[in-house]
């Protein structure tokens, strides 16, 4: 069986891989070295600079493109600095239409450094999908989207997107950290380049910051290695050795992930004290069935808002959890609980943040893969 024809949950553990040349190692040896010996100028193997290539880096490049079943992959410095890197296709006068509801990171990097070269941006409700076709102008060159969306858990129907921006020739980029390749993947739906940022579950324990960029085409995997090299924004040997550990587990954390997030979902929408629970698991969620037909199960993300509370409320429950550590970012073992409202999200105006649903009692929990009693024990002393 050739190993591009493997199930996904064999594909984390082998796809891509080989054992060292050197030795046989069976894990990727960690190549800490800038440069290669060459026998006579040009005579190397392969490597001869490592911001151009490094054997540790295509370990993990080559594992990304087979668990998003795509045929190239690129790893870079962090989440950022891959989406930097897409960016970079684009020239003055280019508009990119992106979700409403987008990573606060993004937005930033988008309105603050971007629009400065002169691209535009737009953004869009994406949830009905033919609402974007009214929106592409001449101008329009790329669709970048994010489901499910942080921190309300809006969904995108990936498909039905990919249909229009084939039609009208644009690209399309999906982030794909929230739902993770053992969840969702957008190659398969028609999407053109994939993001992801690392750091969270495909690295999976909150150890590393790490981006990276899955295509199909070769001539876009052409331009990105190009800029990847040009720009320098690489994932350094270290990291890729890490995240390669991290893909490796990725099917089975993710499925405890999931397990844990529907128990405390329903704990959650039971809960006296709780107003409203955000989880696309839900059948009452609005986008349910896309979310059914997209993904392969509703992963561990859940915000919530408490009944009657306000921005103190919010504070004073994050602050009383015990096992949920009170942090920023997502997708680790360990459970966390953020108040968008005070931090992802602070750097939004209140009255823009509350006219998407980012309400000041908003609690978004990233539901790791402990004991779920455990994790249900906390969230009521809390509640109470
Ligand atoms: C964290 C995050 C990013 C940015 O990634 P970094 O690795 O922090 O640079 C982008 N998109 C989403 C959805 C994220 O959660």
Known sequence: MAKKDLRFNSKTIHGGQHPDKAYGAVMPPIYQTSTYAQTTPGGHQGYEYSRSANPTR???????????????GLAFASGLAAIDAVLKLLKPGDEVLATNDLYGGSYRLFKRVYENFGIIFRFLDMQDAKAIETEISHATRMVWLETPTNPLMNIVDISAIAKITKQKGLLLAVDNTFASPYLQRPLELGADIVMHSATK???G??????????????????????????SGAICGPMDSFLTLRGIKTLHVRMQRHCENGEAIAHFLNAHHKIEKVYWPGFES????????????????????????GNYADA?????????????????????????PASMTHASIPKNEREKIGVVDALIRLSVGIEDVDDLIADLAQALD
Do not use: C, R, W
Request: aromatic share 6%; charged share 15%; glycine share 10%.
């Open 205 to 230: 324990h909150s150890d590393l910051v790490v981006g990276a960029l899955v295509v199909n085409d070769t001539d876009l995997a052409e331009q990105l290695y190009f800029i990847q090299n040009a």
């Open 285 to 308: 969620h609005p986008n349910h069935a896309v979310a059914k037909k997209q993904m392969k199960g509703y992963g561990g993300m859940i915000s919530f808002v408490p009944k009657g």
């Open 315 to 339: 504070i004073k429950i994050v602050e009383k959890l015990k096992i949920f550590t009170l942090a920023e970012s997502l997708g680790g073992v360990e459970s966390l609980a953020g108040h």
């Open 58 to 72: 295509t370990a993990l490049e080559n594992a990304l493109a087979s668990i998003e079943n795509g045929n190239h």
């Open 201 to 203: 579950y495909l690295g």
